[in-house]
């Protein structure tokens, strides 16, 4: 790991010159041999004085040696998903702002000056190429078109945003996102998870249109669409639950409150007529149903107090950070303005999605 890290400090001494920031393309790989050099190429063509980093997954074929032939830096992360290389990605590259992109060729690498000029201007934490704007021309599959729209429909209806795409592999980063944002996912639901938390710590997301193009041929998706599916179904739920507590328990607590409340009217209806023990039994199991709906909007009134004091902590925190940034004569992370970067192109059609503040 060591070695690693001199040999990629030795590749960049020319980086952070003149004020201006140091760009990294980290791009994780799992048996991308065919399609990764062209890759590598095709960043280091459009960013010539970026960094382009390969975590190579445990592949079983050449894409580690074709990316070294590229002139990418090379490192690896034996725990397999995609989550946890994403992970070792922002914990060991050391940079100024970061483009992530998949090694599959189906991402347009000449898109990446969009991507980053609302990072390098400083108006986006995180700007999003998402596939599935309206002014996007992609390719996909029938049903991943499918559960992509679901996972979107979803998460916009929870947290309330607009979001066209939460599954895009292709997206740039501040450092100060990079760095500050604690990671869980191992695998294809990390794209999710970094959506979510991006929103719910107030950092400035945008999107993007890109075109997604299809696979060249012999190169083979990774994604198990059903056991993915589930897991990225999971992941926010659960993401749900820890950021959005009320909505969560508040939700499922209706429902249990309601059907207790139908059940055990129609029960207590029959059994003042009848004096059936069965419609006792409905009585009862209505009455302990809406005990437990309640009980639920209570667990997420309590939670919700709870994840707010804690969200409030962490901006106060990151304001602490940004003074001592100043103390020592930086500037905050959210306020650098470094000069236009050679080759970078504008971005005139980058849409804000939240503006930076405290945590609502």
Not at 24 to 47: D, G, K, Q, S
Not at 176 to 193: W, Y
Not at 334 to 352: F, H, I, K, N, T
């Amino acid at each position: 790991m060591a070695s690693w890290r001199a040999a990629a400090a030795a590749a960049l001494p020319h980086q952070g010159a003149d004020d201006e920031p140091r760009v990294a393309v980290i791009i994780p790989c799992y048996n991308e041999a065919l399609t990764i050099r062209n890759v590598v190429t095709a960043f280091r063509a459009e960013l010539p004085d970026a960094a382009v980093y390969v975590f190579d997954n445990g592949s079983s074929d050449a894409t580690a040696e074709e990316a070294r032939r590229a002139g990418a830096l090379v490192g690896t992360e034996s725990r397999r998903g995609k989550g946890y290389v994403v992970q070792s990605m922002f914990q060991q590259v050391d940079a100024d702002v970061y483009v992530m992109t998949d090694g599959d060729e189906t991402y347009p690498p000449a898109a990446v000056h969009r991507l980053l000029q609302p990072v390098l201007a400083g108006e986006a934490d995180m700007v999003v190429g998402s596939r599935l704007h309206e002014r996007s021309r992609s390719r996909f599959r029938a049903l991943n078109s499918v559960g992509n729209l679901a996972f979107r429909w979803m998460l916009n209806a929870i947290f309330h945003v607009q979001l066209t795409d939460i599954l895009s592999g292709y997206r740039a980063f501040s450092r100060a996102f990079v760095k500050n944002v604690p990671l869980s996912s191992g695998g294809f639901e990390v794209e999710a998870e970094l959506t979510i938390k991006a929103l719910q710590n107030g950092y400035r997301v945008r999107e993007l249109p890109v075109d997604l193009a299809a696979r060249p041929e012999g190169s083979r998706s990774k994604v198990r669409i059903v056991r993915d599916g589930f897991i990225i179904l999971n992941t926010i739920l659960a993401l749900s639950r820890d950021y959005k507590p009320l909505t969560f328990f508040g939700a499922a607590g209706s429902v249990l409150g309601l059907a207790g409340v139908a059940l055990a009217v129609a029960g207590g209806s029959s059994f003042l007529g009848t004096g059936l023990p069965a419609d006792a039994a409905r009585l009862l199991v209505g009455l302990t149903l809406g005990l437990a709906g309640f009980l639920l909007v209570l667990a997420g009134l309590i939670v919700h107090t709870v994840v707010r004091r804690f969200q409030e902590l962490n901006y106060r925190l990151r304001m602490v950070s940004d003074e001592l940034r100043q103390v020592r004569g930086e500037a905050p992370a959210a306020e650098r303005e470094w000069p236009s970067r050679r080759g970078l192109r504008s971005a005139s059609d980058a849409v804000p999605r939240r503006p930076p503040g405290p945590p609502r």
